[in-house]
């Protein structure tokens, strides 16, 4: 059974910081990894996509790698801002299988 | 585009009683997920359509949950009777194909 985890489980940066945040799933036999954007009451936005044939993903200061052999993933995020603030969550496609698994998520708090 | 719609935004019931959830996913999307997401955790998946028809719906508790897609459209979440342990975020999405999920904002169920 694939399980996702991620660390950390709460993250605290004043502005301007870049940071890292750090997604590790059991069963390297997976179709794709997709970080996704939780802000309290909505719903999820995906953020990034890495198919398993890749390496890594860019979208604007966002950067995600992915290490399949190991079974890890890093969402980068340069120069972090206050409306950055908000839970990443990491999700896995498995192999054959059409569903996500995510993994608890991480609370960013970036403040001014 | 308009996206995956859901109603009601919250709901706050008695223990044993029964509710139901709405989603109306983005036109044209074959493919509708049901997640629960209990505070603190990433959201886990309950049932899949493809179409009219179910994918999967290995993590549905079936003794208390019902889930309908009429005409491949909108799609009803039911739970009777409801327990303590059933107060989440429940979240729709949709998808035209397996790789890219679009989620609603949720419905926040609160069982007392």
């Known amino acids: 059974k694939q399980e996702v985890t991620q660390i950390p489980a709460a993250l605290s940066v004043p502005e301007g910081e870049n940071l890292v945040l750090n997604c590790s799933f059991t069963d390297s036999a997976i179709y794709n990894l997709q970080w996704f954007r939780q802000d309290p009451g909505k719903g999820l936005t995906s953020l990034l996509l890495?198919?398993?044939?890749?390496r890594e993903q860019t979208s604007g200061r966002l950067n995600a790698s992915l290490d399949k052999s190991s079974g890890r993933s890093t969402l980068y995020i340069a120069a972090s801002q206050p409306g950055d603030s908000a839970t990443y969550l990491c999700?896995?496609?498995?192999?054959?299988?059409?569903?996500?698994?995510f993994g608890k998520g991480t609370m960013l708090l970036v403040s001014p | 585009e308009a996206g995956v719609a859901q109603s009601p935004r919250y709901k706050i019931i008695e223990k044993r009683q029964s509710v139901a959830f709405w989603c109306n996913p983005i036109s044209g999307h074959a493919t509708l997920y049901w997640y629960q997401q209990i505070l603190g955790q990433g959201p886990k998946l309950l049932i899949q359509?493809?179409?009219?028809?179910?994918?999967?719906d290995s993590q549905l508790p079936k003794d208390r949950f019902s889930a309908e897609r009429l005409k491949g459209v909108d799609s009803t979440l039911k739970i009777q009777p409801a327990k303590l342990e059933d107060s989440a975020v429940y979240l729709c999405a949709s998808s035209p194909y397996t790789d890219t999920q679009y989620f609603g904002p949720g419905t926040r169920l609160t069982v007392l």
């Open positions: 999700a896995v496609t498995s192999s054959g299988y059409s569903t996500l698994t």
């Open positions: 890495i198919q398993s044939s890749q």
């Open positions: 359509f493809q179409n009219n028809g179910v994918v999967d």
